[in-house]
Nanobody, 121 residues
Framework: QLQLVESGGGLVQPGGSLRLSCVSS????????ITWFRQAPGKEREIVAS??????????SYADSVKGRFTISRDSAKHTMYLQMSRLKPEDTAIYYC????????????WGQGTQVTVSA
């Protein structure tokens, strides 16, 4: 059973930076699709950034709203995925969740517990 534990959220001023981490419980992340989602109050959960494994090289994608400001990455040796967030805006305020999809006869989807990011002066 894969477990994901997030950290790194907090209160930051507009224009500031935060780095979110998501540690998997011993499962290597190099082979799986990993995604950061966020959910703001009163809104639906949305994809922020994702990495899809490919033998030709990872496929990385970002929501238009965070392109150029956020960077998703992973350290397979540390079983950890990251979301580096820069030039934060008040509209980035949300609970951020990491997500891992493990393929198989039955696809398994795992979620972190969520970490609050608040961007406010």
């Amino acid at each position: 059973q894969l477990q994901l534990v997030e950290s790194g959220g907090g209160l930051v001023q507009p224009g500031g930076s935060l780095r979110l981490s998501c540690v998997s419980s011993g499962f290597p992340l190099g082979w799986y699709a990993i995604t950061w989602f966020r959910q703001a109050p009163g809104k639906e959960r949305e994809i922020v950034a994702s990495i899809r494994f490919s033998f030709r090289g990872d496929i990385i994608s970002y929501a238009d709203s965070v392109k150029g400001r956020f960077t998703i990455s992973r350290d397979s040796a540390k079983h950890t995925m990251y979301l580096q967030m820069s030039r934060l805006k008040p509209e980035d305020t949300a609970i951020y969740y990491c997500n891992v999809v493990v393929p198989g006869p039955v696809e398994s989807i795992y979620w972190g517990q969520g970490t609050q990011v608040t961007v406010s002066a």
